[in-house]
């Protein structure tokens, strides 16, 4: 029969069927109109700049200036995949592969740990060029510090873990991308600006903060390093670089570094991501939209069958399901629930079922709050984001809990009755008009 | 202040009522979410108000809320277009098929649900397992 309802259960089939079938070609975004950081080549090969096309690094210079080299097995995946990486460095000398995305995506860095002299700088690091994905590999032999390092949880530092396993001389990618700070005072808090506008860094400084940036973004150890590439002792070098499913489409660029001035050409290889995986512009992350869609769905269904938006459920299973950064969940998520409120608030209009002096009073109140807390968001990391709302939810739990106890319940049969009677009345009303 | 409603009055403190919104904006709206499963509490146990009052009214309120706040994270650039496109469609559809369902669901049973899937989900995110 062909019911409204039918009808939907028929479109919700052919999108979940069509997601397995539909194979349209590359990604749908434009490529990303930024420059790639192309590191140039230094004294040790004596070749020039090779062009972005280029997949295997260039032949051996005839002198003997120390220099690595390597050549890789493909030069494009389709949603992900891996790249063997063969390569020659410096016997004696350990090698790292910095891996890193074309696609760029924002990060944020608000620095309120107490420095050397016991102050804590209240400053806030912002840039829109952090690669949106970025992997340093190290020898095998470096595992026992990676793990070191691991289980410390949170609190490792990213700048010291490169540093002991002498990656620090890979990190060159994100170390001069432009980084705005801004110093937050309580008056700025207040009208909700991001504060002053401090001067440019020098070049230490942008490299030290930009390290502080991407491990904000990337927050765990293992998606930053893999302790993973097979070193000999003649120098020669193996390791496979993972593009995962989900990465940012577009280029990648693969360098080898033996020392700071001695690294390879850049390699490229160029992930293709298909309909329907999406890439996620601002929040930097490729997904299945089908996944996200019937989350969604469900999570709407399940609210206003609760009496909610469903905006407090939405964000931490997104989080916790997806590699996206806290702050563009909560972004994206406020305006789909604005909608399902706004339907529902003229739905309760029609019936009467609103005061608008207590909503429109408690709604002034909430609008200065709601000024104040999108400012706050990017304050906090993603660890401390997922930490409170845990605790969001158990204490919603217990307070839903104790709405379900027979005490609870027995107080509001009356309004249920009064409720229900009115709701009766207001709809028959509706109706007659 | 006094509200009136279905030819009823009730007498409440909206200082506290206020104050109350304030802070729960505040901390919804960091969180991307409007705060309706808090503000019902609010204003039935903090003011004293009868659900039937508290439903509609709450919604209205934390409608200003989420309307602040989806303005702000977009100045801040915390809002995807894509991520939107796909979401958006699907909170439609859910607000749609939801009624449908109601009919044949107690409300209790869709409360003691999200108990339980609120409790799992906390402790997830707070790393109990």
Redesign the interface.
């Known amino acids: 029969m062909i019911t409204k309802?039918n009808i939907?259960l028929i479109l919700l089939f052919l999108l979940a069927a069509g997601s397995y079938y539909i194979r349209p070609g590359d990604a749908?975004?434009p490529a990303a109109p930024t420059e790639a950081t192309q590191p140039a080549p230094v004294a040790a090969t004596a070749v020039p700049p090779a062009t972005g096309a280029e997949a295997t690094a260039p032949a051996v210079a005839p002198p003997q200036p120390p220099t690595v080299t390597f050549t890789i097995d493909k030069t494009a995946v389709d949603n992900g995949g891996a790249v063997t990486v063969k390569g020659q460095g410096v016997p004696g000398k350990s090698v790292y592969l910095e891996v890193w995305s074309e696609r760029q995506v924002?990060s944020s860095f608000f620095d309120s740990r107490p420095d050397k002299d016991g102050k804590r700088p209240y400053k806030l690091y912002l840039t829109h060029s952090l690669p949106a994905s970025y992997k340093i590999y190290v020898p095998k032999d470096k595992k026992e510090v990676f793990d070191a390092f691991k289980a410390k949880g949170r609190g490792w530092a990213y700048s010291d873990a490169l540093k002991e396993m002498g990656a620090d001389v890979a990190y060159s990618a994100p170390a001069t991308i432009e980084i705005d700070a801004y110093q937050s005072t309580i008056m700025a808090g207040i009208i909700?600006s991001r504060g002053d506008k401090l001067p440019t860094l020098d070049d230490k400084e942008t490299r030290r903060r930009a390290m502080q940036l991407t491990k904000a973004r990337f927050s765990g150890i293992g998606r930053l390093i893999s302790p993973s590439i097979d070193l000999n002792a003649d120098g020669s070098f193996a390791a496979k670089v993972d593009i995962p499913q989900g990465a940012a489409p577009g280029k990648y660029f693969i360098v080898a570094y033996a020392d700071k001035a001695i690294h390879s050409q850049a390699a490229v290889v160029e992930n293709n991501i298909n309909f329907p995986m999406?890439?996620?512009?601002?929040?930097g992350t490729s997904l299945n939209?089908l996944w996200?869609?019937?989350?969604?769905?469900?999570?709407?269904?399940?609210?206003?069958?609760?009496?909610?938006?469903?905006?407090?459920?939405?964000?931490?299973?997104l989080v916790?399901l997806w590699p996206l950064p806290?702050?563009?969940?909560?972004?994206?998520?406020?305006?789909?629930?604005?909608?399902?409120?706004?339907?529902?608030?003229y739905n309760?209009?029609k019936i009467k079922?609103?005061?608008?002096?207590?909503?429109?009073?408690?709604?002034?109140?909430?609008?200065?709050?709601?000024?104040?807390?999108?400012?706050?968001?990017?304050l906090?990391t993603l660890d401390q984001?997922?930490?409170?709302?845990?605790?969001?939810?158990?204490i919603?739990?217990a307070?839903?809990?104790w709405?379900?106890t027979p005490g609870y319940?027995a107080n509001?049969k009356k309004?249920?009755a009064?409720?229900t009677e009115?709701k009766k009345r207001a709809e028959a009303a509706a109706k007659a008009k | 202040?006094i509200?009136?409603?279905?030819g009823q009055e009730f007498k409440?403190n909206?200082v506290f009522?206020?104050?109350g919104?304030?802070?729960?904006?505040?901390?919804?709206?960091?969180?991307?979410?409007?705060?309706?499963?808090?503000?019902?509490?609010l204003?039935t146990v903090g003011l004293g108000?009868?659900?039937?009052?508290v439903?509609?009214?709450?919604?209205?309120?934390?409608?200003?809320?989420?309307?602040?706040?989806?303005m702000?994270?977009?100045?801040?650039?915390?809002?995807?277009?894509?991520?939107?496109l796909?979401?958006?469609?699907?909170?439609?559809?859910?607000?749609?098929?939801?009624?449908?369902?109601?009919k044949r669901?107690s409300?209790?049973m869709?409360?003691?649900v999200?108990?339980?899937g609120?409790?799992l989900?906390?402790?997830?995110?707070?790393?109990v397992y």
């Not at chain 1, 019937?294 to 299973?317: D, K, R």
């Not at chain 1, 609103?354 to 709050?369: C, E, N, P, R």
């Not at chain 1, 984001?385 to 158990?394: A, D, E, R, T």
């Open positions: 309802k939907i749908q975004d924002k909700g999406m890439y996620l512009s601002n929040a939209l996200p869609f019937l989350l969604t769905l469900a999570i709407g269904i399940f609210g206003v069958l609760m009496g909610a938006g469903g905006g407090f459920l939405l964000n931490p299973i916790s806290h702050t563009v969940v909560a972004g994206t998520v406020m305006p789909t629930v604005l909608f399902s409120q706004a339907s529902g608030i309760y209009s079922f609103i005061s608008w002096k207590l909503g429109i009073t408690m709604g002034l109140a909430m609008l200065a709050g709601g000024f104040i807390g999108p400012k706050l968001t990017e906090i984001f997922k930490f409170v709302f845990g605790w969001i939810l158990l919603l739990a307070l839903m809990f709405q379900t319940i509001n309004e249920q009064i409720m009115f | 202040m509200v009136e409603f279905w409440i909206i009522g206020c104050i919104a304030f802070l729960l904006a505040i901390v919804s709206s960091m969180f991307g979410f409007g705060g309706g499963p808090f503000m019902v509490p204003m108000l009868p659900m039937y009052l439903v509609g009214s709450s919604l209205t309120a934390i409608f200003f809320n989420t309307l602040m706040g989806t702000r994270h977009y100045q801040f650039g915390n809002f995807d277009m894509t991520f939107f796909i979401m958006f469609p699907a909170a439609i559809l859910g607000g749609y098929i939801a009624p449908q369902i109601a669901i409300p209790l869709v409360k003691r999200a108990v339980v609120l409790a989900l906390g402790l997830n995110l707070l790393g």
